[in-house]
């Protein structure tokens, strides 16, 4: 991403003719003949789709590879599904070789036109569909409204057309039990900084008592007491005060939680310049994502935070997010994943503010945002790869 880029992405008076901008931009990909776009005109805006493929033919697909990004505020798997169609399409004969005959790539790189258009201070610079509803609850049910997991998903608001369309675009390919679909769906969060403030600020002060209310900060902990060899011995490590307890606490001594806190000041310190990210996996998808972020961190060791755990398992969770997906339909050789990567507008009104009173905001932010891109391209790239 350049400064320009940037520039235009905090100018929210003009979302629009930005959002016609990248639109233009994904049609011109199609002027090669291995590349094809299409679109589905929603009550909310066009959702764009890509096709990658140098086979006439379905019926001879063994591999679909999925990527789908922008449900929400985030830009990762947006520009960084630009930045590699721009790439391929400048090294055809490299494309090609990564592409074999057998397998197609699908690319949904703007999910939500009405979010991305109309950033608004109660729709956190566009989280939401119109109606108020979370896009990433709908997939259970898009693709396995017989799973008894599926029927509250969403609140059992209708299926918005944009899930609706994936489904249509994947039809042909899931009406073919042969071929193998892997799906992997962009994202960013901001509990990868605001939990690791939340740990140092509160984790020694609160000690044994520290309320664990999200697997995550337990994640971080378990990663520091890895990379450090820091050995416990009461098992299990993380326990419930009482059974209907909503958080857990650390279970350990005191004294252990003091060096674990001395160790976690140390990793924040040590990795303050590099990029958080972790893969999350379903029971169907464990074995390809652990496989695929393994290769990605080993590939930009030098960018993302060093970590014991680039995936985690996404199987507990109980709503119908993406990488839950798999696990829900009863089709064989689906596997749906998850890459979660720093949140770069967790509010783009305080970007904004920032961006005019912070001289060095650009150059700081383009380099976050840069990672996070890198990051989604080298997904991309690595995925292609593997079968």
């Excluded at 699908?106 to 896009?135: A, D, Q, R, V």
């Excluded at 008592?209 to 990663?223: A, P, Q, V």
């Excluded at 496989?291 to 398992?313: G, H, I, M, R």
């Excluded at 967790?346 to 001289?359: L, Y």
Aim: aromatic share 14%; charged share 25%; glycine share 4%.
């Amino acid at each position: 991403m350049d400064h320009e880029t940037l520039k235009l992405l905090l100018d929210i008076s003009h979302r629009q003719e930005l959002f016609n901008q990248i639109l233009s931009n994904l049609k011109e990909f199609a002027e090669w003949d291995f590349i094809e776009y299409d679109q589905c005109k929603t009550s909310e805006g066009i959702v764009p789709s890509l096709k990658v493929s140098y086979n006439g033919n379905v019926n001879d697909v063994k591999y679909l590879k999925v990527f789908i990004a922008a449900q929400h505020n985030e830009y990762n798997g947006l520009f960084g599904i630009l930045e590699y169609l721009d790439q391929i399409t400048k090294d055809g004969t490299n494309s090609k070789g990564i592409m074999k005959l057998d397998q197609e790539i699908i690319f949904f790189p703007l999910m939500n036109p009405y979010g991305f258009i109309h950033p608004k201070k109660e729709n956190k610079s566009g989280y939401y569909l119109k109606n108020g509803t979370n896009l990433n609850r709908y997939w259970r049910r898009t693709f396995a409204p017989e799973s008894p997991f599926s029927k509250g998903d969403a609140n059992g608001n209708p299926l918005p057309d944009h899930a609706k369309y994936v489904k249509e675009v994947l039809q042909p390919y899931w009406d073919n039990p042969d071929i193998s679909i892997y799906l992997l769906d962009f994202h960013e969060t901001s509990l990868l900084e605001r939990f690791p403030r939340d740990l140092v600020k509160n984790f020694k002060k609160k000690s044994i008592t520290y309320k664990f209310d999200h697997w995550l900060k337990e994640g971080i902990i378990l990663n520091i007491m890895k990379l450090y060899d820091i050995p416990y011995y009461r098992r299990p490590l993380f326990t419930k005060c009482n059974p209907s307890a909503d958080h857990d606490h650390i279970n350990m001594t005191i004294r252990q939680v003091d060096l674990i806190y001395e160790k976690l000041e140390q990793y924040l310190n040590e990795n303050q310049d590099r990029l958080p990210f972790y893969f999350c996996y379903s029971t169907k998808s464990k074995e390809f994502c652990e496989n695929l972020a393994q290769k990605v961190y080993e590939n930009l060791s030098d960018t993302v935070w060093e970590t014991y755990f680039p995936s985690f398992d996404h199987s507990f969770v109980q709503h119908g997010c993406f990488v839950i997906m798999s696990d829900a339909t009863s089709r064989k050789r689906v596997y749906s994943m998850e890459l979660e990567s720093k949140k770069q507008f967790f509010n783009i009104f305080k970007e904004i503010r920032k961006s005019q009173s912070q001289p060095d905001y650009f150059k700081t932010k383009l380099d976050d945002m840069n990672k996070n891109i890198t990051l989604a391209k080298e997904s991309i790239k690595e995925m292609l790869t593997m079968i």
